[in-house]
């Protein structure tokens, strides 16, 4: 079976960065797999780069590799991690950037990677670890190697505070914590927490003082209405039917969303 390499960065496309990890990935492993889940987060955002990781990783096949590069801190004293949760790893910078991974899954296992024995070049660059360090490790992982022998243990890893929903009055109150390239604004509102508090009753959302209903699909009210539903990460999100939620309400990461029973 070919090794799977799930890769994600802020390098975007426009430079070699990405071609030269994938290059340090070819190099080390015979015939790999690799899939890019993402090279469009913004640079240095690691909050949306964790978001994408905690939503994605489980529709990978098992024993995937996870190659994760958002490094505002490259070249400092920040460790680099390898994580196992059950049969994946994830290899990155520990900076909060699998901080979704550690909210979502029990059971996990850090290590702190030993840069030197893994540095690919003779002078370790101190500004593209992805490609010294973090590539080389992955790597590895994907040839065989325990991911125990990246390092010791790492028993406090920087997991970020994750925005959590309360309740205030009669209202469960989340926020936005994500904007996809269609301009949903995607809530940390998950759909139990949803289903829990409506108890079967119909409900609305209120966002930057606008009512939206509560529909199943973006069709069901007319194009470039307002809408909230259930996304596919199961969250709620905000949505404009064929048209963008971003833009019409001028909102983003951090905005408070409202959900009330009507």
């Known amino acids: 079976m070919r090794s799977v390499i799930a890769f994600l960065s802020d390098f975007g496309l426009r430079d070699s960065y990405v071609g030269i990890v994938k290059g340090v990935l070819a190099s080390l492993v015979q015939d ?8 469009d987060v913004p640079p240095h955002d690691i909050l949306r780069g964790a978001y994408i990781l905690g939503c994605s990783h489980t529709f990978f096949p098992v024993g995937t590799v996870f ?13 680099g991690l390898v994580v196992c949760v059950g049969d994946r790893v994830f290899v990155a910078p520990d900076n909060g950037l699998l901080s979704e991974i550690f909210h979502r899954c029990k059971g ?17 660059s101190s500004t593209f670890h992805a490609r010294d360090v973090f590539a080389p490790v992955a790597a590895r992982i994907a040839c065989g190697m325990d991911p125990s022998e990246s390092g010791p243990s790492h ?5 970020l505070d994750l925005p959590v929903p309360n ?10 914590i994500y904007d996809d390239r269609f301009g949903n604004l995607i809530t940390n509102l998950d759909y139990q927490e949803v289903t829990s508090f409506l ?52 909102l983003g990461r951090g905005s408070k969303v409202l959900l009330r029973r009507r």
Do not use: N
Not at 108 to 124: C, D, G, N, Q, V
């Open 155 to 159: 028993l406090h890893p920087v997991i």
């Open 199 to 250: 108890e079967g009753h119909a409900g609305v959302v209120e966002v930057g003082g606008v009512i939206c209903p509560i529909v199943q699909t973006y069709s069901d009210v007319p194009a470039g209405s307002l809408l909230a539903l259930m996304g596919s990460d199961d969250r709620l999100e905000v949505a404009v039917s064929e048209g963008s939620a971003l833009h019409v309400l001028g």
């Open 167 to 176: 309740r205030e009055k009669d209202a469960l109150v989340g926020e936005v």
């Open 67 to 79: 190659l994760c590069v958002v490094d505002p801190g490259v070249g400092t004293e920040r460790a």
């Open 108 to 124: 996990w296992k850090a290590y702190r990677i030993e840069t030197e024995r893994f540095a690919a070049m003779p002078r370790l």
């Open 32 to 39: 790999p797999f690799i899939i890019d889940i993402t090279h």
